[in-house]
């Protein structure tokens, strides 16, 4: 076994020092887990220990309130994530009698965990004999065995996963997957890895043959959406309201809050704003002919922020005054609350709504109605 053993020995020389690696408990091996997936470690870390301080085991997650968990949760995005993660708590109090399960058929059975998850915490709670296959892990093997089939497809994935377990020394499972992982993250990672430092370059068929660039296969391309979000923030007093609703099911930022906005799949230009802005938000008997200038009296830059399959291009636009009483009628019937800003920082919220309210406004500058 020199592919486990060279990476073993590698792993006790380079390994981090990170929390969730200094336990066996399967609750705080799936909170770490949950929250490293599309994360990076540095970004991750903090997130982890709030979470294990503010929910020390699964009955105070369970019990937590959902804004509470998706508030803790503001800023690592993939929200979904956070909500299966709750749901799977309660489920755990309720049906499992509160024992959170190590074994790798009973984890996969969990919302939110799938294969690659049941793996780390089946391995890395209870030593089971199970191979972990994550991106790292795919892109490891198939530089060093020179595995050249798309790691996206079926056929890809079973042999891969085949070519995990073939690896994987029964005795150490733990280790062996926490090793590879690391080796991916540190060692070989996905461009220019230093293979002239590596303890496998003797041996590795990527840097043999150099194919190190062309390895993974990944064939299919994700495509991207683009949306136009155009928030809106009524001036009243002088100053802006906050109006926020939760955000319902079947979209992006399930159950966090934002305010009324128009959204276009191309960017809108003056006039096209205007009257979309006419249209939703104004009563059609009053609908006026407006002016750019004399509706919107601030706007912000474009913000942008990417998604897995989308990219959002977001600004943020204060109304002229003249329109606070039928925008906020609006509001009102569309289910939006005018808020203070102490409770809307308590509120969850997508993080580049809650970066530009913080950067933009303090509590005494926004009104209160
Ligand atoms: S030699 Fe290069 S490509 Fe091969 S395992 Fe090492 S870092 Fe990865």
New binding site residues.
Partial sequence: MHFSNTILHWFKKNKRNLPWRNTTDPYKIWLSEIILQQTRVAQGLPYYEKFVHNYPDIKALANAADDDVLRDWQGLGYYSRARNMHTTAKFVVEQLNGQFPDKYIELLKLKGIGSYTAAAIASFSSNEAVAVLDGNVF??LA??FGLALDILSNEGKKQFQELANSQLPHDNAADHNQAIME??AL???PKN?????????ET????DQKQ?DS?PVKLKKLTVKHRYLYYFLPMYNSSPILMMRKRGSGDVWEGLYDMPCVESEKPLIEGALVSEFSERFLNPNHQKVLEFDNCFIQYSPELKHLLTHQKLYIRFINISELFFPEFKDWCLKNGYLAYRFEEVSNLPKPIIIANYLASKYSTNSLSII
């Fill in positions: 892109r490891v530089r060093y080796f991916g060692q070989c990672v890895p230093n293979c002239l430092a590596c303890p496998l370059k590795c068929i990527a840097f190190v390895l």
